[in-house]
T-cell receptor, first 111, second 113 residues
Framework: LAKTTQPISMDSYEGQEVNITCSHN???????ITWYQQFPSQGPRFIIQ???TKVTNEVASLFIPADRKSSTLSLPRVSLSDTAVYYCLVVRGTNAGKSTFGDGTTLTVKP | SAVISQKPSRDICQRGTSLTIQCQVDSQVTMMFWYRQQPGQSLTLIAT?????????ESGFVIDKFPISRPNLTFSTLTVSNMSPEDSSIYLCSVKGQKDGYTFGSGTRLTVV
């Protein structure tokens, strides 16, 4: 499975858009990309997933270039409550089994 | 997405003892995954639990230390055996959804003293 690389930490201010990029150079044809949010003392929570181009839901957008070797999670107008660790995870598409988490990005939103 | 009930939420245990963690899913799933998350670190996969067969363990994890049961398609247990302080971590179970990635239990915070 593709190893992922993310920035260790990012800072932002309330109301700003935050973009977190994940590198997954060895992604396979059947793999797709998922993103998770984790607060302290909680399990990770699924945010969004995509295979290529752009996906948008009520909380985030996911941009995936044509070569799929990276992806960018975009959080519009962050608030203090968006302070969390964000993980990107590459998932095998066929008979999806185990996936390996990277180190994640700690996002700190400041007032 | 699936809903997972995991218990206990936390426990403090004496070294040398064992703790069994339970995960109940509100739907039938083929595979359940057990993770460990040490303080300030990412999640590490311990094993994959399949119903009707032995669990598949990742490198560095062995069945004697982390025996897993999977009696049916909605339930699994992970036992942390002969505990030492190094086993102090958060343990999480997880299942894979169809369209919404992985769903995680709320975790079990284990402290070994």
């Amino acid at each position: 499975l593709a190893k992922t690389t993310q920035p260790i930490s990012m800072d932002s201010y309330e109301g700003q858009e935050v973009n977190i990029t994940c590198s997954h150079n060895n992604i396979a044809t059947n793999d797709y990309i998922t993103w998770y949010q984790q607060f302290p003392s909680q399990g990770p929570r699924f945010i969004i997933q995509g295979y290529k181009t752009k996906v948008t839901n009520e909380v985030a957008s996911l941009f995936i270039p044509a070569d799929r070797k990276s992806s960018t999670l975009s959080l519009p107008r962050v608030s203090l409550s968006d302070t969390a660790v964000y993980y990107c995870l590459v998932v095998r598409g066929t008979n999806a089994g185990k996936s390996t988490f990277g180190d994640g990005t700690t996002l700190t939103v400041k007032p | 997405s699936a809903v997972i009930s995991q218990k206990p939420s936390r426990d403090i245990c004496q070294r040398g003892t064992s703790l069994t963690i339970q995960c109940q899913v509100d739907s039938q799933v083929t595979m359940m995954f057990w993770y460990r998350q040490q303080p300030g670190q990412s999640l590490t996969l311990i094993a994959t639990a399949n119903q009707g067969s032995e669990a598949t363990y990742e490198s560095g994890f062995v069945i004697d230390k982390f025996p897993i049961s999977r009696p049916n398609l909605t339930f699994s247990t992970l036992t942390v055996s002969n505990m030492s302080p190094e086993d102090s971590s958060i343990y999480l179970c997880s299942v894979k959804g169809q369209k919404d990635g992985y769903t995680f239990g709320s975790g079990t915070r284990l402290t070994v003293v």
